[in-house]
């Protein structure tokens, strides 16, 4: 019965992960967005939305390690009238959310806490200032930007981010 099991679940895996890699994107340097990445529906009066989000994940060679991905929901992200200016401010956000993932990895990428349950307090508590901050960021990205309709400060925001994601290391873990 073991034999049987375990090839059933090694491909129940495979499925879900293959699955999941229909639904989202990881945030690569080499993979930009798409248009037909945005494939939700429009729930708002905006002209875009992107869901780009932090996922808090386990190192599976050492579990005393969290790590972010950032991490881009396909089903959950939509466009109304899609065009190039656009979809480079969209690109932005994505960019913003891989920002903070490298912030928080670079700070907790090596177990240096007595207890797990210390750890997992100082990571909980950084991860939710992370988020704080970077929504702020975001919020102020769309407000400075006028959602891409003001261009100087559209390509200003670009040079920052550029700097910002250059500037961080990406820790790979897996």
């Given at each position: ?100 993932a490298r912030k928080f990895n670079n700070k907790f990428s090596v177990p240096y806490l007595d207890t797990k349950e210390d750890r997992v307090s100082l990571e909980t508590k950084q991860f939710d200032e992370l988020c704080k901050e970077m929504d702020e960021v ?37």
């Amino acid at each position: 019965m073991f034999r049987t099991i375990v090839p059933i679940l090694i491909c129940f895996l495979c499925f879900t992960s293959f699955m999941l890699e229909g639904r989202f994107i990881r945030w690569s340097a080499t993979r930009p967005l798409l248009w037909s990445d945005f494939q939700g529906q429009p729930t708002t009066d905006d002209g875009a939305v992107t869901y780009a989000f932090l996922d808090r994940k386990l190192y599976k060679k050492n579990p005393r390690i969290t790590y972010l991905k950032a991490i881009f929901g396909k089903e959950q992200s939509w466009v109304r009238i899609p065009d190039s200016l656009g979809l480079i401010h969209e690109q932005g956000h994505f960019d913003i959310v891989e920002m903070y993932a490298r912030k928080f990895n670079n700070k907790f990428s090596v177990p240096y806490l007595d207890t797990k349950e210390d750890r997992v307090s100082l990571e909980t508590k950084q991860f939710d200032e992370l988020c704080k901050e970077m929504d702020e960021v975001q919020a102020n990205y769309d407000g400075e930007t006028q959602g891409y309709l003001n261009q100087q400060e559209q390509e200003r925001w670009n040079k920052w981010i550029k700097k910002q994601l250059d500037s961080i290391p990406k820790i790979e873990f897996d």
